[in-house]
């Protein structure tokens, strides 16, 4: 197990990073210690965020990536070995989230959702490998979701790329544990952060529902400063899994225990939520 000093004087590169979990990250990285190095495709975000670390004297770059580019995550990887000797902490957290029946989703935003959530993680490892194996003990994290426990009516693609990370980070670390790199895969629940204004509605939702997904994430889900603080904790001491928020352990279990039953359960609360929100247009 490392100490609560682990990162002190470490490199991170955390992904995601101009809010939201990423940004929660990162200030969390560098007031621990860690020269940060900032990726989002959102320019005036990062600046945001490193100017937030920078209040709280941390140390940190940014670096702006489309990481849906298998090119930009190489030279991303390029331009943080010119700048650092290793990598001690890769965190892979950039994603967004497709909200509606898969048949009212289109093509491209299909193949988006696909290439950053899903293979970014994948692209990014790939090119972080040889700073990652300079590290004396290296540190990989990678974001599912507790949809990545479960399948979600109306998140078809959302839960695809996270059960992809998921399979993907359990059998990286099988792999990588001979190469001194530990990963961790993160189930987190309802976090009240970004991903959930930023998501990308294939189906309209009337003001009502808005409202309401809103209000239970704000009432239900816990702060990505916590979440952060619960990530970074794991990651210290190579946690296989970190599940945040109750709601992500209670679908864990209720997945194991009853499969069958836990679908049954989604399918009708979904069917419960349409007939009361779709007509209040």
């Known amino acids: 197990m490392r100490s609560d000093h682990w990162l002190n004087g470490k490199t991170a590169v955390i992904t995601g990073a101009a809010g939201g979990l990423g940004r929660a990250l990162a200030e969390a990285a560098a007031v621990a210690g860690a020269n940060v190095e900032l990726v989002d495709i959102d320019r005036t975000g990062l600046e945001t965020t490193a100017a937030q670390i920078g209040k709280r004297g941390g140390r940190c770059q940014s670096l702006v990536a489309d990481l849906g580019s298998v090119r930009d995550i190489e030279h991303l990887a390029a331009a943080v070995a010119e700048r650092h000797r290793q990598v001690d902490l890769l965190i892979n957290n950039a994603g967004f989230c497709i909200s509606g029946d898969l048949l009212a989703q289109s093509p491209e935003e299909i193949e988006r959702i696909t290439r950053v959530n899903q293979m970014a993680v994948v692209y990014g490892c790939r090119a972080f490998a040889p700073l990652l194996m300079k590290s004396r003990r290296a540190q990989v994290v990678n974001i ?6 479960i399948g979600a009516a109306s998140q078809t693609t959302y839960s695809m790329t996270k059960f992809a990370v998921r ?14 790199i530990g990963v961790t895969t993160v189930f987190p629940g309802a976090i009240n952060s970004n991903i959930v204004r930023n998501t990308v509605q294939a189906e309209p939702l009337s003001a009502a529902e808005q409202r309401f997904v809103q209000r239970y994430f704000e009432v239900w889900g816990i702060s990505t400063a916590k979440a952060a603080t619960k990530i970074l904790r794991g990651a210290s001491r190579n946690a296989a899994r970190v599940r945040i928020t109750s709601e992500a352990f209670l679908i864990d279990w209720a997945a194991r225990l009853m499969p069958g039953g836990l679908q049954y359960l989604a399918a009708w609360s979904r069917d419960v939520y349409r007939r009361r929100w779709r007509g209040a247009r």
């Not at 399979?167 to 001194?180: D, P, Q, V």
Request: net charge neutral; aromatic share 10%; charged share 20%.
């Open 167 to 180: 399979g993907f980070s359990e059998a990286l670390r099988s792999e990588w544990r001979a190469l001194g």
């Open 144 to 149: 599912s979701s507790a949809l990545g426990l």
